[in-house]
């Protein structure tokens, strides 16, 4: 089967570092990818990660490691609007670019 | 640049009406496009993608279909609404030759009654 896991809720504090963890098990791998939804909004892409390892992009940055079936979402210096859900999504290998889904992590940032 | 547009952006429907939701993509040709439920506590399902014109793969089997009359429009649609429709409905797209990130549009919210 497929399934990818995430936290369902985070908290965190202003101006703090938080890192939002994602397992999957999938049926072939092609690669992970990070999207931010905003309440009532829809996803914008975050990052993206087919080999392991880290890749920065600003304040965010993104791991992998396809052993492990893991990855994660590093946010830095964290700011009121990073309030949102990080959705993290695989892609299967020989598909039509089709992403599967996570039910995403609702992040909450504190003053 | 590319853009992607939905329509309408909410909608209230009662169930056993018909349904018809339309998405476009401007700013690039021959893209793939998908159509996505997102309900309450659920992730994102994918409910159709499409990589030409005519050409539909439906990814969950349900009362819905989807169809694809131009390059860049793509249609859902229902004959008879279900309570269990309601929710987020998302299309996206991304390119042909390296289906990478896809873009997602503004969104659809059904509630069916």
């Known amino acids: 089967g497929q399934n990818i896991d995430q936290p369902t809720e985070m908290t965190a504090t202003e101006g703090a570092i938080v890192q939002i963890n994602c397992t999957y098990q999938t049926s072939g791998f092609n690669g992970l990818f990070w999207y931010q939804q905003h309440a009532g909004e829809a996803p914008t892409f975050l990052s993206y990660n087919v080999l392991d390892g880290l890749e920065e992009k600003g304040r965010f940055s993104s791991f992998l490691s396809r052993s492990k079936g893991y990855s994660y979402l590093l946010l830095k210096e964290l700011q009121m609007k990073d309030s949102a859900s990080y959705l993290c999504?695989?892609?299967?290998?020989?598909?039509?670019?089709?992403?599967?889904f996570g039910k995403g992590t609702k992040l909450s940032v504190k003053p | 640049s590319q853009t992607i547009h939905q329509w309408p952006a909410t909608l209230v429907q009662p169930v056993g009406s018909p349904l018809s939701l339309e998405c476009t993509v401007e700013?690039?040709?021959?893209?793939?496009l998908y159509w996505y439920r997102q309900a309450a506590g659920r992730g994102l399902q994918l409910l159709f993608y499409s990589v030409g014109i005519g050409q539909i793969s439906s990814e969950v089997p349900q009362n819905l279909s989807a169809s694809r009359p131009q390059d860049r429009q793509f249609i859902l649609s229902s004959k008879k609404l279900l309570l269990s429709d309601s929710g987020f409905y998302l299309c996206?797209?991304?390119?042909?030759?390296?289906?990478?990130?896809?873009?997602f549009g503004p969104g659809t919210r059904l509630t069916v009654t």
């Open positions: 996206a797209w991304s390119t042909y030759r390296q289906p990478i990130e896809q873009y």
């Open positions: 999504a695989v892609r299967g290998r020989g598909s039509q670019g089709n992403l599967i």
């Open positions: 700013g690039t040709s021959n893209p793939n």
